[in-house]
Nanobody
Framework: VELVESGGDSVQAGGSLTLSCVVSGDFIWNTCMAWFRQAPGKERELVASLNVNDATTRYEDSVKGRFTISQVRAEDTLYLRMSSLKTDDTAMYYC???????????????????WGRGTQVTVSS
């Protein structure tokens, strides 16, 4: 299984970006998928997660109302639409997925087996 992110860029505060994560390989789509981010000197944090089984989403408090996670199965792609970007959103963003089938409800903060290499988002004031 391979996850490849794209869409990172340098933007000004208030701007928007959409990150993409293309999934390939022998992947079970009935699982949890997520976006994480890590800023320099900070720990990696869960930004948003999606339970593909029932479309339950979960967001980190600082991005609620600004970020939207979604997936298009026909494109084998997970998306993260980001708007009203802030300088604090500057980080490397990683796509992640669990290995096993997930059941209903919110996804966990850990237990992600598959990871992409990341795409950089830089927000300037």
């Amino acid at each position: 299984v391979e996850l490849v992110e794209s869409g990172g860029d340098s933007v000004q505060a208030g701007g928007s970006l959409t990150l993409s994560c293309v999934v390939s390989g022998d992947f079970i789509w009935n699982t949890c998928m997520a976006w994480f981010r890590q800023a320099p000197g900070k720990e990696r944090e869960l930004v948003a997660s999606l339970n593909v089984n029932d479309a339950t989403t979960r967001y980190e408090d600082s991005v609620k109302g600004r970020f939207t996670i979604s997936q298009v199965r026909a494109e084998d792609t997970l998306y993260l639409r980001m708007s009203s970007l802030k300088t604090d959103d500057t980080a490397m963003y990683y796509c992640a997925a669990m290995r096993f089938r997930a059941y209903g409800g919110p996804c966990p903060s850990n237990a992600y087996t598959y990871w992409g290499r990341g795409t950089q988002v830089t927000v300037s004031s």
